[in-house]
């Protein structure tokens, strides 16, 4: 491989990088690797790999915002001319739109983007026209579309936002999963039931302060209760006042139940309801707790995971969860119904309907016998489809055909 071409693989922000790292020791050997993204404290996360490539920090904002977006637009394509990458990558919403314009703008030969997710098909008026805008602005200005998943590359065709031939790396999934890692056989690092009811309650907006001291949490594992385990923002868009209603119900039917909610908070950003966020801090059986650098024991403690979303690209919660040995309830959106095989590894509701979710979540606590044979799928279904070693060698593949190698 000719190690003189040069990439660049961009980001909205440098958190968005996690999906790269991984890949950057095999990209390493055959190119070489610029890493774009905003400034930001996230750029740590990356300190295992920084000294393998070149990182370039432009400030791109994730909101739409005309005059900073064009100071960034002209940063990249100065940059962009200046770097004379033979491709730019880009994956995340703002990135993608500036990315994609700029290396056009400056003639960078191979212009990938990578939809991990559209926010269009579940907006409404006017934001859903200037979304659907921006996203044909970022087709149109890239040589090539990666969607991650078969319902975003039905999106993108039914609602016209390209005619370009796009396809799918494999079964989807952008960044796959370390099987060795996430294996429910491993031994966690939990505590026992001591006669506590839960942990005490977290349910606040995140300082870098208490983020740190959250790391230092155990979960607790309590085998004399169904424990159902949410992953994701604590944010109105990823169903959690659906899925706290529906908890509500069912505890009041079966006190032995318990929900563990693993996420930040963004209160500036589709906040939860008011009477949600009142049932998160009072009630005994939920336990809020932030925002987790390392899920596993807390998926380890649990017996079912639940994805209540209203839209996802291709959730990686999903498939952690699955790779974990958990049965799952997922609503009916893009990414998780790929993932979850009706009746073979979980089930699937309709989305934004807590009904149906309390239904699904009561089947679970009473058939031990369903759940339990869900589970026996859940972890041979992930391996056959997202193991990260065929998923990064679909990617290389595709490099390899679209540079020339």
């Known amino acids: 491989m000719d190690k003189t071409i040069k990439i660049i693989r961009a980001c909205t922000v440098p958190a968005s990088l996690g999906f790269v790292k991984g ?42 915002d005309i005059w900073s977006d064009l100071k960034s637009l002209y940063r990249l394509w100065r940059m962009f001319r200046r770097e004379r990458p033979r491709m730019v990558h880009s994956m995340t919403p703002k990135a993608g739109l500036l990315c994609m314009l700029a290396s056009r703008l400056a003639g960078v030969p ?45 999106d993108l065709l039914e609602n016209g936002i390209t005619k370009k031939d796009i396809h799918v790396l494999g079964y989807g999934n952008c960044q796959g999963i370390d099987l060795d ?46 424990t159902f385990i949410a992953i994701g923002r604590l944010v109105g868009d990823k169903g959690i006042n659906e899925l706290v209603y529906a908890f509500q119900k069912l505890n009041s039917e079966f006190p032995k139940t318990r929900l563990i909610l693993l996420g930040p908070t963004e209160s500036g950003i589709d906040p939860l309801k008011q009477e949600t966020m009142e049932t998160i801090r009072s009630h005994r059986h939920i336990e809020a707790v932030g925002l987790q650098y390392d899920i596993r024991p807390w998926l380890s ?55 149906a979710l309390f239904d699904a979540m009561k089947r679970m606590v009473e058939d031990s016998e369903w759940r339990q044979r869900l589970a026996l799928k859940a972890r041979q279904m992930v391996a056959s489809r997202y193991d990260q070693h065929y998923v990064r060698r679909c990617l290389y593949e595709f490099y390899d055909k679209v540079l020339g190698n």
């Open 110 to 154: 191979v212009r990938i983007h990578t939809f991990t997710g559209l926010v269009f098909p579940t907006s409404t008026g006017l934001k859903r026209r200037v979304l659907m805008a921006t996203d044909k602005i970022t087709c149109a200005a890239a040589t090539h579309i990666i969607p991650e998943g078969e319902g975003v590359r039905r």
């Open 181 to 226: 890692r996430f294996n429910p056989e491993l031994h966690y690092d939990v505590d026992e039931y001591s006669g506590a009811e839960s942990l005490p309650k977290l349910f606040e907006e995140e300082s870098p302060e208490e983020f740190a001291k959250n790391q230092y949490l155990k979960p607790v594992s309590r085998p004399d209760m169904v």
């Open 301 to 355: 403690v649990s017996d079912c995971a639940v994805l209540a979303s209203y839209r996802e690209g291709f959730p990686n919660a999903v498939i952690e969860a699955g790779a974990m040995g958990l049965p799952q309830i997922v609503t009916d959106i893009n990414g998780a119904n790929e993932i979850i095989v009706e009746g073979e590894n979980g089930t699937i509701v309709p989305p934004r309907d807590a009904e």
């Open 23 to 64: 890949m950057i020791p095999d990209l390493v050997k055959k190119y070489e690797v610029v890493l774009l993204s905003s400034p930001g404290a996230n750029w740590k996360e990356l300190d295992e790999v920084i000294h393998l490539v070149r990182c370039k920090k432009i400030n791109m904002s994730r909101r739409i």
